[in-house]
């Protein structure tokens, strides 16, 4: 009960401190672009999507549809974005707890460290997630409306960007309370960002750096110990939709929907919380 | 058995019971330094009492408390409140805690911090907001409730960190530098919900370096210097030991008289009928009055000059730093 007060007074703080109300009135505006944009109509069985008046072209694909890759898209584009502005306006939200003067009063709280870092962790992801839940909401009723396909995955893919952002977010917990600092969370996350995109390609990149089988097997380790952000975006956005560029390049790539990237991010952001908390655990403040 | 029936007694009565508490520091990346801040403190405070934790700069008094609220692991030694071990979850819900230099969130308002940290003590809402205005009435704050915190005076977050530690109407209060910034008039207000709090049966610990004002409020104190503590008793207790009297004579004493009585004392000031002697032991005050009354001398008055806890302490701190 405490924590989970404590997790609605956090979305509070993101809320009050700004950024995240920002980021509300930018999605806004994003939904009512679409809904001024779109357009759809029906001939002779296909569907044919216009925005601002041109004809989306279906590339000579069989079984081409607009709906799907336009939401596919602006997913891939969207997640991208929402994470890392996400992460700008909640880095702060653990250092701030962890501030001198602020911190002794949440320690002396009928809390114990875990639940204090969970709850604001999770505060932080919840205000994002409801930002995110919102904005597809809205895309997803303007796309519905205004041609009739209500693309119930593309709730489903952002339901599933929500808990991306909790395992990204697994990154700056355990900066920001070990660095106590929202510039170095940020920072770092950024950095994250980079190298775990490298690591997701290390064999034909990091690997050539030094031809040395230790070293091979620990950026191996590095990429299972951290979860893996951008895999995590394609398998959801390949819920949204089939992958255009990969089906026209090799035909037999039915982009489908593959698990284990979850399944790996979790247990690693479970790692990293946990870090998180046996640090905070540690420390006298 | 009975033995340990009054070791549980004793627990029972004792609200904080602090056993061999003792703290260091490491500091430095790479030069591992220690700093003690406490070193086998051990200290009890009674149920409805207010107790003063005394000390200068850098003594150690609010690591002290911090270590009670489980804010810092101590290093070693225990500490129990109301009877458990500190840092039980439970125990943190029947406790106030006023930190020194508190920051509360600077974008709510003094209501809304209450608001906030009173859900985190597990308070219902209902109750929080008609607790909430009642305590900003009580420390003053009734017509900044609605302000944001960034407007406040250093004073006045002193009195929401004040208000904000009594919303669970704690059993035991902990407050660092409670005054610190206040002014006079907040100060006495200060002194009287303390006094007020005492009569409702709570336990007060009080940090301070104000000496003139534990001195007024305080039932017991304890003396804190470089993470020792050196004296713990009632003002009286500590300061009696100075053996400080003042004699009062019908007539001026001669000079020959006065040197007598010099030779028993280590100070002797007099003033026309009035000596101030300071004593080495007690019993020269005997030896003194008689050769006063041997003298011929006509006693008016003897009065143990009670000193101040000022100057105790200054006294105490510096014997201890150049012995
Ligand atoms: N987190 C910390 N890391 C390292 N040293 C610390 C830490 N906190 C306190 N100290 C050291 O412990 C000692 C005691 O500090 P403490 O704050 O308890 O003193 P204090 O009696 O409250 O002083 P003041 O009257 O100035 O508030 C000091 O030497 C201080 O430098
Ligand atoms: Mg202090």
Redesign the interface.
């Known amino acids: ?2 924590a989970l ?2 997790s609605l ?1 956090t979305i509070r ?1 993101a809320i ?2 700004g950024t995240l109300l920002f980021y509300f009135i930018v999605g806004n505006l994003i939904i009512l672009f679409f809904a001024a944009a779109v357009s759809g109509s029906m001939e002779s069985g296909t569907l044919t999507i216009t925005m601002f008046g041109s004809q989306l072209t279906p590339r000579g694909l069989e079984g081409f549809n607009p709906v799907e890759f336009l939401l596919r898209q602006l997913f891939q584009s969207a997640s991208s974005a929402i994470m890392l502005f996400g992460i700008f306006a909640t880095a702060g939200l653990i250092p ?1 707890m962890l ?14 460290r875990s639940s204090l870092l969970l709850a604001r962790s999770f505060g932080a992801c919840g205000g994002i997630g409801a930002n995110i839940l919102y904005f597809a909401v809205g895309i997803w009723a303007v796309f519905g409306i205004k041609t009739g396909i209500w693309h119930g995955n593309f709730l489903l893919a952002s339901v599933v960007a929500i808990f991306i952002f909790l395992c990204y977010y697994s990154v700056v917990a355990l900066t920001a309370v070990i660095t106590r600092s929202t510039a170095f969370s940020i920072m770092i996350a950024f950095v994250f960002t980079l190298f775990s995109s490298a690591l997701e390609v290390r064999q034909t990149t990091l690997y050539v750096w030094w031809e040395n089988a230790f070293f091979h097997r620990f950026l191996d380790s590095l990429y299972y110990a951290t979860p893996r952000i951008s895999r995590m975006i394609d398998q959801a956005a390949n819920l949204v939709g089939k992958d255009i560029t990969t089906r026209v390049l090799a035909e037999q790539a039915s982009a489908g929907f593959d698990i284990l990237p979850f399944v790996y991010s979790f247990l690693s952001a479970s790692l990293l919380y946990a870090l998180a908390i046996v640090y905070f655990f ?1 420390q ?2 | 058995m009975p033995i340990l029936f009054g070791y549980f007694a004793h627990l029972q009565m004792s609200t904080v019971a602090i056993s061999h508490l003792s703290k260091s520091f490491s500091s430095g990346l790479f030069r591992k330094s220690n700093i003690q801040a406490l070193s086998d403190v051990s200290i009890t405070v009674s149920k409805g009492e207010i107790f003063g934790l005394l000390g200068p700069n850098g003594a150690g008094k609010t690591t002290l408390v911090k270590i009670l609220l489980s804010v810092v692991h101590p290093t070693s030694g225990t500490a129990t409140i109301l009877g458990q071990p500190m840092g039980s979850t439970g125990i943190r819900e029947r406790i106030g805690y006023l930190p020194e230099n508190h920051r509360y969130p600077s974008f709510l308002t003094a209501h809304q911090t209450l608001l906030h940290f009173g859900r985190l003590q597990g308070l219902s809402k209902h109750f929080l907001s008609s607790k909430a205005s009642e305590l900003l009435r009580v420390v003053g704050l009734e017509e900044w409730s609605r302000v944001k915190i960034k407007k406040f005076s250093k004073g006045m977050l002193q009195r929401l960190g004040l208000a904000q530690a009594l919303l669970n109407d704690p059993e035991v209060l902990f407050l660092d530098e409670p005054t610190d910034g206040v002014d006079p008039v907040g100060r006495k207000e200060i002194r009287d919900i303390l006094k007020g709090l005492r009569s409702a049966g709570k336990t007060v610990f009080l940090n301070s370096h104000l000496l003139s004002e534990v001195e007024e409020i305080s039932d017991r104190v304890a003396i804190l210097n470089k993470g020792e503590v050196l004296s713990v008793g009632t003002i009286r207790d500590i300061t009696s030991h100075a053996l400080e009297y003042e004699i009062r004579l019908g007539i001026a004493p001669s000079e020959p008289v006065l040197q007598k009585i010099g030779a028993l004392s280590r100070s002797l000031e007099t003033n026309q009928l009035t000596l101030t002697l300071a004593l080495h032991a007690k019993e020269d005050l005997n030896k003194i009055l008689q050769i006063l009354l041997q003298e011929g001398m006509s006693i008016e008055s003897v009065m143990p000059r009670k000193s101040r806890l000022e100057d105790f302490f200054i006294n105490l701190i510096r014997t201890r730093e150049n012995p």
């Open positions: 009960m405490k007060s404590l007074l703080e009050l401190k701030s501030e001198k003067g602020t911190v002794e009063l949440y320690l002396s709280k009928p809390l114990s540690r006298d403040y």
